[in-house]
């Protein structure tokens, strides 16, 4: 399976900090918090509540559900809809969850 990448820009965007699982990662000023989780790496973000698989970032419009995870100490928030800021701090799912 080929892994999650950014296409090359131009100019380089502008960074910024944010917080993943206490980890504080640089990503790029604008991205959606589920490009910010590909980016490093973090595929599976969440158990599904029925079948218990690990669930990720899928549709990246808000339509599948699959990308939730805990942001500023909010679960259960869309992380395709959500735009990173400076400081923001994402958790994921527990170890285990197939990350």
């Given amino acids: 399976m080929a892994a999650f990448s950014r296409i090359a820009a131009a100019a380089e965007p502008a960074t910024l900090e944010i917080e993943i699982d206490s980890r504080r990662l640089p990503v790029p000023a604008g991205a959606s918090v589920a490009a910010a989780l590909l980016l490093h790496g973090r595929q599976a ?3 599904a509540a029925v079948s218990g698989l690990p669930r990720g970032p899928y549709c990246m419009m808000g339509v599948c559900f699959d990308c939730l995870v805990e942001i ?3 679960p259960g928030q869309q992380a395709c809809l ?3 800021r400076p400081g923001m701090r994402i958790r994921v799912a ?3 969850s197939g990350r």
Avoid: N, S
């Fill in 45 to 47: 973000v969440h158990r």
């Fill in 72 to 74: 500023d100490g909010r």
């Fill in 82 to 84: 959500a735009e990173v």
């Fill in 94 to 96: 527990p170890e285990g």
